[in-house]
């Protein structure tokens, strides 16, 4: 990588997530910044880093003649997109407040937030979003004014008005003067809603310090250059999306694509080609049973090949680590490199240098797969509370079960109960108009709790656990869902599982079941697979208790499923059962499956 060069800007010289982006187009006027999908032209379309700052500009004249000011928040309800980024700066710009709002949230939530954080103009991407905004409408205690990419159809007697973005900006086609206002770094730039598995979400203040510095200690973790090509597609309301998808790419030069959607992603990596990836297990999870069920389906001296492939790789991986010598049989690696890895690695564009997931914990057979085959996965760590990186692993020194090193700048330390808690400059402002919740997660000493249960070995941190996420059975055996669910759903039969058994005397589950691999099993059973009431049927029952049994035989006796209920349904953010950040809403499938639960333990 020679050839490839790092140009990074400071959080010293920069300031402000303005002054960020203003530096970067006078240091980088013609590099590419964002390529994106224009669905009129149906084509891929560009704005340099100049470009950019003058759209930037005439945001920022818009916003003013509409009268919002410093200290005013200003709601973004969009997919990932250029203008995203656009509105965004003209806030940081003029000290306005920035509230990212998912694009599918519920209208409960949307009123919640609008009203809390006082949001006086949202920018919404099409009708979905402003069908939303009507069923909240009634609770708004302050109507905002509403812009929309796309032109909206809407009752006139409506209590909100809409204006399409065209001529919100043409209504005020005139020359921005570059007087910029003076923001101190440590001011409130932005609100971010935490996804809220339980309860209200709660609105994470941070500063322009907190992000330049989290963004800054990141890339000097894992190094970021300006030839480098992200794809964005995890939503940028989500913190890690927004720092290391947008922030560092600001602060290092690189582009930036913005996928078209999730289900067009691999068209996407095949025509972007990135050489960074961020995302969550789940998109890994689901390439990963993909691969296996190909792989299923070859012949013997494929699957033997495939095999080979997988614990050669890691060798190389090992050796290239410090952590192994030589093998002799690394000799055959560059051929099956050749035959299988490359071929794998294709099918995500072929030009990866890494890929970060974050959120939550990566299986390790996903992990030693990928990275076996050269895609380099580096977990991390962090909260929206942090910025939210805590801790990453790196290129040099990755240790693929940890979380990380924590990054230069962030002190960690475990408590007496085990729990990581940390402080440093990343570390948020508090909770709006929260201050109850703000002094519930801060120790004493000005040290945040992360909630999770951690241990460090040699200078990584390794997650144990989570302090609200451990189940008690009724005979005090104390179990860790998660990591059960982690290992059910690598089944790539399991689309999704939730366990349960707090104050229970034995443990059972709900799994999804995923469709495509649903069809074949349900015609080997003589079953209709479009028939719900085949989920019930005892045999195929028993053949899936048996599948979980072996996704768990790892585990301790006492940690095994004994009564399992079964769905089609997919958990997602739409029907509320998955948080945007696609974690899921525990209490929300508890209350949605109270019944099937109360069935798996009549009698008990």
């Known amino acids: 990588m020679n050839e490839w060069t790092a140009d990074f800007i400071t959080p010293d010289s920069a300031q402000n997530l303005h002054n960020l982006f203003r530096i970067r187009a006078e240091r980088s006027p013609n590099s590419i910044a964002y390529r994106y999908f224009d669905g009129n032209k149906r084509e ?13 500009k005439q945001w920022r004249t818009s916003l003013i003649h509409t009268g919002i000011t410093r200290g005013d928040s200003v709601g973004i309800m969009l997919r990932n997109c250029p203008e995203w980024i656009f509105l965004e700066q003209a806030c940081m710009a003029e000290g306005i407040i920035s509230v990212p709002l998912y694009p599918n949230d519920r209208a409960d939530n949307v009123s919640h937030i609008t009203n809390e954080a006082e949001i006086k103009l949202i920018l919404i991407e099409d009708q979905i979003q402003w069908n939303t905004l009507q069923l909240a409408q009634g609770d708004f205690e302050i109507i905002p004014t509403v812009i929309s990419l796309s032109e909206i159809n809407h009752a006139e007697d409506s209590a909100i008005k809409c204006t399409c973005v ?22 409130l730039a932005t609100i971010v809603y935490t996804s809220g598995t339980t309860g209200r979400p709660k609105g994470v203040m941070l500063s322009h310090w907190n992000i330049l510095n989290n963004a800054y200690s990141g890339i000097n973790s894992v190094t970021v250059y300006q030839q480098d090509l992200f794809l964005s597609f995890l939503p940028l309301s989500h913190t890690l999306e927004r720092t290391v998808g947008y922030y560092i790419p ?12 999730i289900q067009q992603l691999a068209e996407d990596l095949l025509q972007i080609k990135p050489t960074i990836l961020i995302s969550v297990p789940r998109i890994y999870e ?22 080979w492939t997988e614990q050669i790789g890691w060798e190389v991986y090992e050796h290239k680590q410090g952590n192994r010598g030589v093998s002799w049989r690394m000799i055959f690696w560059p051929i099956l490199n050749a035959l299988v890895a490359k071929k794998v690695m294709a099918k995500l564009g072929g030009k990866l240098r890494f890929s970060i997931s974050g959120g939550a914990p990566l299986p390790e057979k996903i992990s030693h797969l990928f990275i076996a085959f050269g895609l380099r996965i580096l977990q991390g760590y962090g909260l929206t509370e942090t910025s939210p990186i805590i801790s990453v692993n790196q290129l040099d020194n990755d240790k693929p079960l940890s979380i990380g090193i924590p990054l230069l700048g962030v002190e960690v330390r475990i408590a007496k109960n085990k729990e ?31 909630g999770d249960l951690a241990k460090m070995e040699g200078d990584h941190l390794y997650i144990t656990g989570r302090i609200k996420e451990i189940l008690v059975l009724s005979n005090g055996e104390k179990i860790p869902p998660v990591d059960m669910e982690i290992a059910i759903c690598i089944d790539p039969l399991f689309e999704q599982a939730i366990v349960i058994g707090e104050g229970k005397p034995f443990l059972s589950a709900i799994i999804v079941l995923d469709k495509e691999q649903w069809i074949p099993v349900a015609k080997s059973f003589g079953l209709n697979p479009d028939d719900t009431n ?14 979980v049994a072996d996704c768990l035989s790892d585990f301790p006796g006492y940690a095994q499923i004994r009564q399992i209920t079964l769905s089609l349904e997919p958990w997602t953010d739409d029907n509320f059962f998955l948080t945007a950040a696609m974690k899921m809403r525990r209490k929300t499938l508890l209350e949605y499956f109270e019944g099937d639960i109360n069935r798996m333990y009549e009698g008990h």
């Open 534 to 547: 085949s989920l019930t049927n005892s045999q195929l029952r028993n053949y899936v208790t048996k599948k």
């Open 44 to 56: 891929w379309c560009e704005y340099t880093w100049q470009q950019s700052l003058d759209h930037i």
């Open 286 to 307: 689901r390439v990963y049973g993909k691969i296996i069920n190909q792989v299923a389906e070859k012949s013997p001296i494929a699957k033997k090949l495939f095999q």
């Open 250 to 261: 600001v602060m290092t030069g690189a582009t930036v694509a913005f996928s078209r959607s």
């Open 420 to 450: 990581l808690q940390t402080k440093s400059e990343s570390v948020m402002l508090g909770y709006w108009k929260n201050e109850e919740a703000t002094k519930e997660i801060f120790t004493d000493d000005g040290w945040l709790k992360t």
């Open 166 to 187: 065209e001529n919100w900006l043409e209504a005020t086609k005139i020359t921005l003067t570059d007087k910029y206002k003076d923001i101190d770094p440590h001011s």
